[in-house]
Nanobody, 120 residues
Framework: QVQLVESGGGLVQAGGSLRLSCAAS????????VQWHRQAPGKQRDWVST???????NYVDSVKGRFTISRDNAKNTVYLQMNSLKPEDTAVYYC??????????????WGQGTQVTVSS
């Protein structure tokens, strides 16, 4: 079994920063792509950023230049550094990961989400 746990959310003023973490644990052989998504109240869940196993990154246009995704493979953890936060960044942030378990079976796992609230 594999679990993903997000942390690091909170309340911050516009212009501030937060760093989210997505920690994977359990029967992990390897972790491939990891993504961050977010869901604002009353809206659909939207993709924010991806980091591949090789470290390549991609971002939605609205966060380019403000958010940075990174990974620490030794800790099975992916981070999302969020700077210059705006009220429109307010959402529940979720990570998902494509994980190969110790039985060499690949599945996609989601975390439970962490709330980010940016006040104006």
């Amino acid at each position: 079994q594999v679990q993903l746990v997000e942390s690091g959310g909170g309340l911050v003023q516009a212009g501030g920063s937060l760093r989210l973490s997505c920690a994977a644990s359990g029967s992990i052989f390897s972790i491939n792509d990891v993504q961050w998504h977010r869901q604002a109240p009353g809206k659909q869940r939207d993709w924010v950023s991806t980091i591949t196993s090789g470290g390549s990154t991609n971002y939605v246009d609205s966060v380019k230049g403000r958010f940075t995704i990174s990974r620490d493979n030794a800790k099975n953890t992916v981070y999302l550094q969020m700077n210059s936060l705006k009220p429109e960044d307010t959402a529940v942030y979720y990570c998902n990961a494509r994980v190969v378990n110790t039985a060499r079976s690949q599945s996609i796992y989601w975390g439970q989400g962490t709330q980010v609230t940016v006040s104006s």
